[in-house]
């Protein structure tokens, strides 16, 4: 069967291209832009890539051949705090014209659960978009789910950053609010259980786990899987522009994401009850046991998908793709260079291991006060961390830095700094063949936006001599004498 998957470099998206994969399926991949993607463990007649920006109308009209099933997984909720409702109506609607006269004989819409009738703006949206949907001429399936509970969700990030961090929390009234969490495998198995079943065409299913919970309850079982003791008082006169700096500054999240994570965890999530996993034969993982079974995906560094590798993650309104080369003029560099005396291969597994808990190797404690002012002044702070510690892939969120070049090959690594900043900065690794010396090259480029971006380069300058130099002499110097 041959399918097209929008979305497939998203969290759901990630997950299901493999699940496809293993079916047996080959999979037409959409996406804004190519290198957010890497496919290069797929086999590449089975594994396609085009790029399309549906909220771009003027985009041409593709040509999509012999494709049965389309998966719409595009989602605007972290892209800005309200304002999304139009562009994921454009989407939507762009979605639907690129598809009709196809021949597609379902498309399949993960959207999210709206049984209140006071709906969140985002909820509201996703309402929206099903009957955009509906509208076209193809059959629609249409899945809504509440919280997804796997490792690298947001949700699952969330509860994560709270229950570990925090062990007595003050919290806002909305954590008395239903939920029906689901275990992110099973949302993989409804996705791909109503693949081409006829019977699910032009119907609408709640998908929800088996326990229906308040956060609170979901903030201690999660406490309880990890064996932790946690205290949660509730605070009724939180309000929600409290609750969403209360949750940017205590976890991973940005702030826009935090806003609209508010407005919808006032409202109950509960799933309303239908026969859709006696159809697709389907036995739902209870909370506790959806946690465990993220912690063992971590623990094996197995982690396939984050929400935080979304470009939306950072707080920058700013189109990262812009900026996949360092400029040249009108730049602060700091260059500098090693030669590496005994591999260069031990040198590159440093660098790629840089950042999240390896650290920066030098001055580590500056990092995490750059990382609390950045915090302070409405930025992404170092929390995202790293979603893989061996990996890294162009698109993945870093600490505060987003990977634009990751060639393992070459040697040559590209971060593009979200932290907030008077100008733009980038920092790049590379190694370098000189006669017969290898050397690693570190390069940091800073363009400053008018005087206040020169002022703090000059202002930060002996501060940063000594962690840049204490950075490039720390991957040097790791596991020195291993080849």
Known sequence: MKILLTGANGYIGKRLLQELYQQGHSIVCCVRNKSRIDVRDFDNERVQVIELDFENDQTDKIQIDNVDVAYYLIHSMVS????????????????????????????????????????????????????????????????????????????????????????????????????????????IQFLTGVLLNKSTFHNTYDVGGPEVLSYKQMLLKFAEVRNLKRYIFILPIMTPRLSSFWLYFVTSTSYRLAVNLVNSMKIEVVAKENNLKELVSIDLIDFKTAVRESFTSIEQNMVVSSWKDAYASSNESIDVLNFIQAPQNGCFIDKKEIVITNGAGRIIENIWNIGGEEGWYGANYLWIIRGFIDKLVGGVGLRRGRTNQDNLNAGDALDFWRVLIADKQSGRLLLFAEMKLPGEAWLEFKIEKESSVNKLVQTTTFRPKGLAGRFYWYMLWPIHFFIFNGMIKGISEKNKGII
């Open 80 to 187: 800005s705090i309200g304002k999304f409702t139009e562009a994921e109506s454009r989407s939507a609607m762009n979605f639907v014209r690129h598809l009709n006269g196809t021949g597609i004989k379902q498309i399949i819409y993960l959207s999210g659960i709206s049984n209140s009738e006071d709906l969140s703006e985002h909820l509201s949206s996703r309402k929206n978009v099903e009957e955009i949907l509906k509208r076209s001429n193809i059959p629609v399936t249409i899945l809504r789910a509440g919280i997804i509970i796997g490792s690298g969700s947001a949700s699952f990030e969330i509860i994560r950053d709270l229950v570990e961090k925090i062990p007595l929390m003050i919290t806002p009234k909305w954590l008395n609010t239903k939920s029906q969490p689901i275990a992110v495998r099973n949302i």
